[in-house]
């Protein structure tokens, strides 16, 4: 096994061209930006498509135009820029077309700052277009991961013929740590049925997101609504610190995840009975696995880095079973493991007087 | 085990780079290393940091409120960071820049004219190594022979005629510090 000691847009942008990236359009933004910056480089030198568009609008209509005709294709921004990808994004879903598209996120609303955060997680869940649809989301906590998740991010676009967002933050971005990226994979695949190529010889096909009667629209969203039923059901995806005896399950993703667990691990030493789930797919959310687990455990703490909204999520998920108590940081704060123990003990102390 | 450094000061004095080859050479060593730098506007002049935390173990986060070593290359660094050591740690300190004492009994100070002895090296940019040289002497995470490593093999093409340099500023800090070390 080689590691490389890489920082995370890098690892993200290296592992694109490593599953077989043929076409990247983008702009710039911190923090980011290292991922357009090496594509730059990278795709040119192997004679792939790499172009910085003149904003972020154009260039998610450049991954539409690309992804209809079979290419394998991938942008990225953070957030202020992604909230500009929204209509492309939108009219990518209506026409069911397969893309990677990561949000390194950053501090908001607004212009907000360049610090880490989590504040667009009801938009990558739950708005990241108009009209009835949800991304695939993937959210890494290390660069190993974001760097697997890539591979994973273009396979499920494929299978789905749907877009895949990772929705990484400032600190997953400009991390660096050790991590192992796989093999070049081989670009030729058969062409998909979808893809426009030019109608000769064969029958003429469409890609749009539009149709006008009513119940030709209804019937393409039941469609679409049965396909993600089925991603629903199959790819609801997370992983599991300590849980099997945990009395306070903590939930936390990504960068909030990885910083929650030391909490958790410095908890388990002083005798707590707490274990740590963090989801690594925020869309489908492992409803499932919370709602397992809140059957054995007495109480819930969601740490984000936002005012708490996959918060929503843990609590539709486990139903007024048990209590869900939130601790969070906003604007760019990213939480010390300190304040999530302190949370974690209060929380747990709580727990053993109702007990 | 885990050990978390903090580098601190202008950017241009190597900071970052001094975080990145600690990392190199903890990953040399077969450990897990996290480095996360402030990327905000600092990097273009103004007092920049980044953090390295190396364990054994994955590591969790790779940030801490209270980190086991500083090492502060300018006056602002010292000021900010020194409150924040982990009692019993160590704080490392550019003495060519930073006149101040810590008044601190419940940490090491470590005070090294590392813009001096890299001038006397021969280049101004090698007090960031000689820096670390000190600090791996005096809490020894690592291997000094793993820092060399790492510089053989991450020092980039356009500054390779620096390496030899390299190696006698690490070996000038790693010599100070012993000698402190010794004398305490």
Not at chain 1, 5 to 10: A, C, I, R, S, W
Not at chain 1, 109 to 117: A, M
Not at chain 2, 148 to 175: D, F, I, V
């Amino acid at each position: 096994m080689t590691r490389e000691l890489l920082k995370g847009n890098v690892a993200i942008a290296e592992a694109a061209v490593r599953a077989g990236l043929d076409a990247y359009f983008g702009y710039p933004i911190t923090p980011q930006t290292e991922l357009l910056e090496y594509l730059s480089q990278r795709m040119t030198d192997l004679g792939r498509v790499f172009l910085q568009a003149e904003s972020e609008v154009a260039a998610i209509n450049m991954v539409y135009g690309a992804a209809a005709t079979g290419a394998r294709v991938m942008t990225s921004s953070s957030s202020p820029g992604f909230s500009l990808m929204q209509e492309g994004m939108s009219y990518i879903a209506g026409s069911e077309l397969p893309c990677v598209i990561v949000d390194v996120m950053r501090g908001g609303p607004g212009l907000g700052n360049i610090h880490p955060s989590q504040g667009d997680y009801f938009q990558v869940t739950r708005s990241a277009g108009h009209g009835d649809f949800h991304p695939i989301v993937l959210a890494p906590a290390t660069v190993q991961e974001a760097v697997d998740f890539v591979t994973l991010a273009f396979d499920l676009a494929d299978q789905y013929r749907h877009m895949v967002l990772i929705a990484a933050d400032g600190q997953v971005g400009q991390m660096m740590e050790p991590a192992e990226l796989p093999p070049m994979r081989d670009r030729n695949r058969p062409e998909p049925d979808y893809a426009l190529t030019g109608a000769a010889g064969r029958e003429r096909r469409v890609v749009h997101s539009l149709h006008m009667q009513a119940d030709e629209e209804e019937a393409f969203n039941l469609k679409l609504q049965k396909k993600l039923k089925q991603i629903k059901k199959t790819e609801q995806r997370s992983i599991e610190y300590f849980t099997e005896d945990a009395e306070l399950l903590v939930i936390g993703y990504g960068t909030a995840g990885r910083i929650a667990y030391t909490a958790v691990e410095a908890a388990r030493e002083r005798g707590i009975k707490v274990g740590l789930l963090r989801p690594q797919t925020l869309w489908p959310f492992p409803v499932q696995r919370i709602s397992e687990l809140a059957d054995r455990a007495s109480g819930c703490l969601v740490v984000e880095m936002n005012a708490g909204q996959m918060l929503e999520d843990v609590r539709l998920a486990i139903g007024g079973q048990i209590p869900v108590k939130f601790y969070g940081r906003m604007g760019g704060v990213v939480p010390m493991p300190d304040e999530i123990l302190t949370a974690i003990e209060e929380n747990y102390s709580r727990l053993q007087i109702l007990v | 085990m885990q050990k978390e450094f903090l580098f601190a000061g202008f950017g241009g004095q190597g900071v970052m780079f001094a975080g990145q080859l600690l990392a190199y050479a903890a990953m040399e060593e077969g450990l897990e290393v996290t480095w996360i730098p402030s990327y905000g506007p600092e990097m273009r002049g103004g007092t920049a940091h980044c953090f390295v935390v190396i364990s054994d173990k994955p590591i969790g986060s790779p940030v801490t409120r209270h980190p086991k070593v500083a090492v502060a290359f300018n006056l602002p660094s010292f000021t900010k960071y020194e409150p924040v050591v982990a009692a019993g740690g160590l704080l490392a300190v550019n003495a060519s820049l930073v006149e101040p004492i810590t008044s601190r009994t419940d940490i090491t100070q470590l005070r090294v004219p590392a813009t001096q002895i890299a001038d006397e090296v021969g280049d101004l940019r090698l007090a960031n190594v000689v820096m670390l040289g000190a600090v791996l002497t005096a809490y020894q995470a690592l291997p000094l022979d793993a820092l060399r490593r790492a510089l053989e093999k991450h020092t980039p093409e356009h500054r390779r005629n620096l390496l030899n340099l390299n190696y006698q500023a690490l070996a000038r800090g790693a010599e100070l510090a012993a000698g402190m070390v010794q004398s305490a």
